[in-house]
């Protein structure tokens, strides 16, 4: 199929759509992996004074820029809209609302434009990140996926085929750093506000690592985070002052070091020596920077997307719709929207 697909499309470009959450973002993108427009609109600032994501708003907002965010995602790629070889779109998981606009819109475009659709998982979204203008980049490798919503390991044995070895049983990597951010007063998201605050304090608090059974891979976060609460409540109960770049800090040390562990031994156990990550949590320095000297002690090779493709952008949603079309997968226009959409798994 490939060798075929590649005769027939040469030069693929794929106009793709994202809408899962916050961020109403559109790219143009070539052959999986060249970027020829990214554009993103982040509803931060609306849904920043709730403390997080509010869906109805966010459905909302998504419609009121669906139409400028994509027309500039064109004009940006200086291509018309008869150009594209095929559209492509997240439908899940997500918020319903919220993905629905993307579907929407992305199933009107195909059909007025009369080019194929083709239905993108957000995670696989993610994972294809590391792909974008990476060339030599390719599977099989162990993926970290840490984002807002999910904490994941994913064996990725090729473009196509993903086994999730270990997940989260309870909070994402990414809700920690925002709840434990709540706790400690700063504004949602967190992760970013986390990460800046830890290189002013140093990680001199003791805070649970979370590994679980010998043989797991899932990971366990709330226990992390309760840990983090109780302890600012008991200074605020005794009057103790704490630093809160302390919290920060340790905090995000101990995070950081059952996520490398995880991803270290998993690589191992597969026999494989290539580890990537995704996701929003991906784009912290922290995570980056340990998980690169991990990989150096183990003579791995680490892959991480620039941090404008770790969190939510439309550019891995159109590297990853690469890969499932020249499977031969694409959609029908009744394509629906799955908010709990399992990963690896085929509607
Ligand atoms: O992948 P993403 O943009 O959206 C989801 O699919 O969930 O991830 C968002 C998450 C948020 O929890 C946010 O706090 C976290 O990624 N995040 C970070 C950083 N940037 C975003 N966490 C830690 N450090 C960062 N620099
Ligand atoms: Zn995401």
């Keep these: ?53 509010v869906p109805e708003i966010a459905s909302r907002k998504h419609i009121e820029m669906i139409d400028e965010v994509v027309e500039q995602a064109l004009v940006d790629a200086q291509m018309e809209m008869g150009q594209i070889d095929a559209v492509a779109v997240t439908y899940g998981p997500g918020l319903v609302g919220a993905l629905l ?26 994972i294809a990140a590391n792909y974008i203008e990476n060339e030599a980049f390719a599977p099989p490798f162990i993926c970290l996926v840490v984002s807002g919503g999910h904490t994941h390991l994913v064996h990725v044995s090729d473009y196509h085929v993903f086994e999730v070895i270990g997940k989260t049983r309870d909070d994402a990597a990414g809700e920690a750093y925002d709840k434990v951010a709540r706790t400690i007063g700063l504004p949602y998201p967190g992760g970013p506000e986390i990460e800046k605050l830890a290189k002013l304090g140093q990680p001199n608090i003791k805070f649970p690592r979370v590994l679980l059974e010998e043989d797991s891979f899932d990971f366990s976060f709330s226990g992390l985070k309760s840990a983090v609460l109780n302890y600012v409540n008991k ?65 791995f090779e680490l892959n991480i997307p620039k941090p404008i493709f770790c969190t939510d952008n439309a550019a891995m949603i159109g590297a990853a719709a690469y890969f499932e079309w020249m499977q031969g997968k694409t959609a029908p226009l009744d394509l629906n929207a799955y908010p709990g959409l399992k990963l690896g798994y085929r509607i």
């Design 1 to 53: 199929m490939s060798l075929e697909f590649r005769q027939v499309y040469p030069d693929a470009t794929i106009l793709a759509i994202e809408t899962s959450c916050d961020e109403t973002a559109a790219a143009v993108v070539k052959n999986g992996r060249q970027v020829l427009s990214n554009v993103i609109s982040s509803q931060i600032n609306v849904h920043k004074k709730y403390g997080g994501v």
């Design 101 to 126: 606009v993307g579907l929407s819109f992305a199933k009107a475009f195909a059909f007025a434009a009369n080019k194929p659709l083709i239905g993108v998982h957000h995670i696989e979204g993610h």
């Design 235 to 299: 200074c605020n109960m005794t009057g103790e002052a704490y630093e809160r770049a302390d919290v920060a800090a340790s905090f995000q040390q101990a995070a950081v070091d059952v996520l490398v562990a995880k991803a270290i031994k998993l690589c191992k156990q597969r026999g494989l020596k290539k580890i990537a990550l995704a996701g929003g949590v991906s784009a912290n320095s922290f995570l980056r920077e340990e998980m690169q000297k991990a990989c150096q002690l183990e003579n």
